[in-house]
């Protein structure tokens, strides 16, 4: 799928950066059982309108890590399921390919302005995604995505904490369906589309039979 970072800029601007660590997102027994059962978990620590803080969210993928974590390395794809992204590019590349520099537009339409932001996102082989913006509307937009093997190897629990503050032009009505609906339904998403992976894969790795 080649190296570039197909960001889950999540939920059409829900985006983070390093120092968060999913760690201190510890599933509750219900949390996990709900996850287990293929449900999205969404915990949100939010102000009283709702457009700014902190949300924490896992969901179960039938994958195993080393597949979701290329499905979300390529920009060219995240215009398909990310909502309202128009724009994704990888604009710089450490040498290592341990991060990448990354641009991204998010359109509204006639809700508001375009939202653009450049974050650098770190990267630990199959395990973890970090990101921080460094230019762009954001007032605050940092947070990590965590792979955890689940299945012996064949599955996959991602979490993902964000801390996010829109630009005050963004309705405080769509920020809180970034949090309420988008996320959500980002995550379904990219589910379908790693387990679509998958699938694909284990079909082209089977013998054909004679």
């Given at each position: ?39 999205v978990v969404i915990r949100s620590a939010l ?161 054909p039979r004679h």
């Amino acid at each position: 799928m080649g190296q570039e970072f197909r960001w889950l800029a999540l939920i059409g601007c829900l985006a983070v950066a390093t120092g968060a660590y999913a760690a201190d997102f510890q599933l509750t027994p219900d949390e996990a059982r709900r996850a287990q059962a293929r449900e999205v978990v969404i915990r949100s620590a939010l102000d009283a309108g709702q457009r700014r803080g902190t949300v924490r969210a896992a969901i179960r993928i039938d994958a195993p890590p080393a597949v979701v974590f290329q499905v979300m390395m390529s920009c060219a794809d995240a215009v398909q399921y990310v909502p309202h992204l128009r724009v994704c590019r990888v604009r710089d590349r450490a040498r290592d390919g341990s991060s990448q520099l990354v641009e991204q537009e998010i359109d509204f339409g006639w809700y508001a302005p375009r939202l653009k932001w450049t974050f650098r996102a770190e990267f630990v082989q199959d395990a973890s995604i970090t990101f921080r913006q460094v230019t762009g509307d954001f007032k605050q937009n940092y947070g990590l995505w965590e792979f955890e093997a689940t299945d012996a190897g064949a599955g996959t629990l991602l979490r993902y904490r964000a801390t996010i503050d829109p630009p005050g032009y963004v309705p405080n009505w769509l920020a809180r369906s970034t949090f309420k609906r988008e996320l959500p339904q980002m995550l379904t998403d990219l589910r379908k589309r790693c387990e679509a992976e998958q699938t694909s894969r284990a079909a082209a790795a089977t013998p054909p039979r004679h």
